[in-house]
Structures are given as C-alpha cells and as structure tokens.
C-alpha cells in the first residue's frame, strides 16, 4: 500500500511537471507577436497593449486563482486553468487564419491565457508539496522551474519546426493544451495519506 501512494505521489509529481510547461506557455507572445500583429494589421503600440494583458490576467487572476484551489481542489483548477489556455490559443489561430484585427478581442484571450496560466501553475505547486509535505521545497521547485524553463524550451520547439509560421505555432500550442488537460486531470492530485504535514513535523 505505501509502495502504491509512493508511485502516485511519483506520478502527480511528473504530471505536475509537464502542466507547468503547458502553463508558462503564454510568455511566448514575444516569439509569434511579429507574425500576429502584422497579419491583423495592428501597430506597435498595439502589441505592447496585449503584452500588458497576459501580465493583467495572471496577476489580478492570482487571488481568485488561489480561492478556486481551495475550494475545488487542484484538479478541476487545472482543467479550468488549461481550458482557458486552449480557448485561448484556438481563438488566437483562427484570429490569425482569418485576419481578424479586433484588439480587445485580443487582449480578452491573452488576458484568460494569463489566468489559466497562473491558475493551472499554482495547483501544480500545491499538488506537488501537498503530496511531500516533508520535503516541500524539493517538490516545489520541479514545477516552478519547468514554469520558468516553458517559455525558453517552446521558444526552441518554435524556431526549429515552425519558423515564421505563426498559425501552425498556435494551433500546435492549442492542441498540445488540450490533449495534456485530459491526461494531467486524472494524475495531478494529492493522494489521500499525504494531504497533511505529519504531527510534529515544521510545515
């Protein structure tokens, strides 16, 4: 039996990991905003704008980031923080595909990418040290740093299979999204013997 909690905590711990790179997507805007702003034929102003706005939504996203986790759990938060980034990056695609210039449009979608970012990333870091109350920092840091190694990692996947090819970067985005939620929402979880610090034990 504690063979099978070790593996799970193992399992949540590597599922965190990869929900992590999937959350520090929305940081890339820098490597597909050229393509973008120019295809809807916005101005460089504009670009800066929508910068501001995935900032916006990770960080007034925080708090009720936080409350969802508490009160749902980090599963159903992932499934939430992953579906805005899969409706973000779709909306995104066909906004591209389709030459929509529409900036509030934009702004909204990175705004969400950027609470599904902080949303999804918060539960990994729960989950993870949740799972190994006694070594917390240890646990923490693997989902903290594939969030920041995200952005550098895909900048990599992008430049080497995309190329200028903003479209494609964003549906792949989308899709990758999508498919690791479904994964992620079965594995990243507490398992029910670690929820809490054993007594005696700092926290």
Request: hydrophobic share 50%; glycine share 12%; aromatic share 12%.
């Given at each position: 039996m504690a063979g099978d909690h070790k593996y799970a905590r193992l399992v949540a711990l590597l599922a965190s990991m990869f929900v992590s790179l999937v959350a520090g997507t929305p940081y890339l805007y820098g490597v597909y905003s050229p393509q973008l702003v120019q295809r809807v034929g916005l101005s460089t102003s504009d670009a800066a704008t929508i910068s501001v706005a995935v900032n916006l939504g990770s960080g007034l996203g925080g708090l009720p980031a936080g409350l969802l986790i508490?009160?749902?759990?980090?599963?159903?938060?992932?499934?939430?923080?992953?579906?805005?980034?899969?409706?973000?990056?779709?909306?995104?695609?066909?906004?591209?595909?389709?030459?929509?210039?529409?900036?509030?449009?934009?702004?909204?979608?990175?705004?969400?990418?950027?609470?599904?970012?902080?949303?999804?990333?918060?539960?990994?870091?729960?989950?993870?040290?949740?799972?190994?109350p006694n070594h917390r920092g240890s646990a923490g840091a693997i989902p903290v740093g594939a969030y920041g190694l995200a952005a550098t990692l895909f900048s990599i996947v992008a430049a080497k299979f995309f190329g200028g090819d903003a479209?494609?970067?964003?549906?792949?985005?989308?899709?990758?999204?999508?498919?690791?939620?479904?994964?992620?929402?079965?594995?990243?979880?507490?398992?029910?013997?670690?929820?809490?610090?054993?007594?005696?034990r700092a926290r």
């Amino acid at each position: 039996m504690a063979g099978d909690h070790k593996y799970a905590r193992l399992v949540a711990l590597l599922a965190s990991m990869f929900v992590s790179l999937v959350a520090g997507t929305p940081y890339l805007y820098g490597v597909y905003s050229p393509q973008l702003v120019q295809r809807v034929g916005l101005s460089t102003s504009d670009a800066a704008t929508i910068s501001v706005a995935v900032n916006l939504g990770s960080g007034l996203g925080g708090l009720p980031a936080g409350l969802l986790i508490d009160w749902a759990g980090p599963q159903i938060a992932i499934m939430l923080g992953s579906l805005c980034i899969f409706l973000g990056y779709f909306a995104l695609n066909k906004i591209y595909v389709h030459a929509t210039s529409s900036l509030p449009l934009i702004c909204f979608l990175m705004a969400l990418m950027g609470f599904g970012s902080v949303t999804s990333f918060f539960s990994c870091l729960k989950a993870a040290q949740a799972n190994f109350p006694n070594h917390r920092g240890s646990a923490g840091a693997i989902p903290v740093g594939a969030y920041g190694l995200a952005a550098t990692l895909f900048s990599i996947v992008a430049a080497k299979f995309f190329g200028g090819d903003a479209g494609g970067l964003l549906a792949f985005l989308a899709y990758l999204c999508g498919s690791w939620r479904s994964w992620d929402l079965g594995s990243c979880t507490c398992t029910p013997d670690c929820r809490q610090s054993k007594p005696g034990r700092a926290r």
